[in-house]
């Protein structure tokens, strides 16, 4: 889903401080498989944190920017702010206070998280108007994000959710994306239309796009029950099935030929869409084995 709107802007008082605001330090991961871990987003937390900010003082919101892809969790996001001069001197305190109440919310799913911020020289800075940036911080603040349902046929399994994987404000202009995704259509669609619908409530366009179909679990597949027993005889113990909340090629195939039996298997890759992904170069070989003898299976079976 996109959000796009653009804001007019004006000119910053003359005496306020530029300083520009860092959320870093989150563990991110795919939005998808990691959804549920309760991981903190960092466009959702710089927009938290201006909100809070925002109430105490005056601030005009320049430019923002956070995440890399839609079906990544955010791990940083920045904000160029101006602020009053005396409060831009005196903000360490906030900045303390702020941090520590994270990190107690965070302590166990992502403790490293920072939060901080310097002077930045800019001349000739324009920010949107406070009622937009109060518009804007609110909408961020408190759209949904995570999980919205789990699977009642899979326990354990996240059916659907969403996360506002980009956010970006340049020269008046503000994008975000979100990503969605369900075991359902149906279900994937009525919350992509509920995520406009609060949109449009914040007057911002907002429209459904690059949906990825969902693609439904099927316990009595044939070749499901074929490529169990060619594995067990392969490696001398049963697989290990697993329904895993994220988007597959399969999905895609299935959306024009549903007619079609198919599974999906791959290595063990620790740390998806985050730095440090890494793949199990051993259980890359098991793949290999597996569908060299999953082939050769069908083949006799012909």
């Given at each position: 889903m996109e959000v796009r709107q653009d804001f007019p802007q004006e000119e910053v008082p003359l005496d306020y401080s530029i300083m520009r605001f860092d959320v870093t330090g989150l563990h991110g991961g795919h939005s998808g498989i990691d959804i549920h871990l309760g991981r903190g987003n960092a466009i959702k937390l710089l927009a938290e944190a201006l909100r809070d900010l925002s109430a105490h003082t005056d601030i005009r919101l320049i430019e923002l920017n956070g995440g890399t892809a839609r079906n990544a969790i955010p791990r940083e996001a920045f904000a160029v702010c101006a602020?009053?001069?005396?409060?831009?001197?005196?903000?360490?305190?906030?900045?303390?206070?702020?941090?520590?109440?994270?990190?107690?919310?965070?302590?166990?799913?992502?403790?490293?998280?920072?939060?901080?911020?310097?002077?930045?020289?800019?001349?000739?800075?324009?920010?949107?108007?406070?009622?937009?940036?109060?518009?804007?911080?609110?909408?961020?603040?408190?759209?949904?994000?995570?999980?919205?349902?789990?699977?009642?046929?899979?326990?354990?399994?996240?059916?659907?959710?969403?996360?506002?994987?980009?956010?970006?404000?340049?020269?008046?202009?503000?994008?975000?994306?979100?990503?969605?995704?369900?075991?359902?259509?149906?279900?994937?669609?009525?919350?992509a239309d509920k995520l406009i619908a609060h949109a449009a409530s914040f007057d911002l366009r907002a429209w459904k796009d690059g949906a990825y179909p969902g693609w439904s679990p099927n316990p009595s597949s044939h070749l499901l029950a074929l490529c169990q027993k060619v594995y067990t005889a392969q490696f001398g113990h049963p697989a290990s099935i697993q329904v895993i909340h994220a988007g597959l090629e399969c999905g895609l195939l299935a959306a024009s030929h549903p007619q079609l039996d198919m599974i999906s298997f791959g290595p063990d890759i620790c740390g998806a869409h985050a730095p440090g992904e890494r793949v199990e170069i051993e259980s890359v070989a098991h793949c290999w084995l597996l569908l060299q003898a999953v082939l050769q299976t069908l083949a006799e079976d012909e």
């Open positions: 602020l009053p001069a005396a409060v831009a001197a005196n903000i360490n305190e906030w900045l303390q206070h702020r941090l520590e109440a994270w990190r107690r919310r965070f302590a166990e799913e992502d403790s490293n998280v920072l939060l901080a911020c310097k002077i930045k020289e800019l001349p000739q800075a324009k920010a949107i108007s406070q009622q937009d940036r109060n518009r804007l911080l609110t909408y961020l603040d408190i759209a949904a994000n995570g999980v919205a349902r789990m699977s009642d046929d899979f326990a354990g399994v996240v059916d659907t959710s969403d996360n506002l994987g980009v956010a970006s404000l340049a020269q008046g202009v503000f994008r975000a994306t979100f990503k969605v995704r369900s075991l359902l259509d149906a279900r994937g669609g009525a919350l």
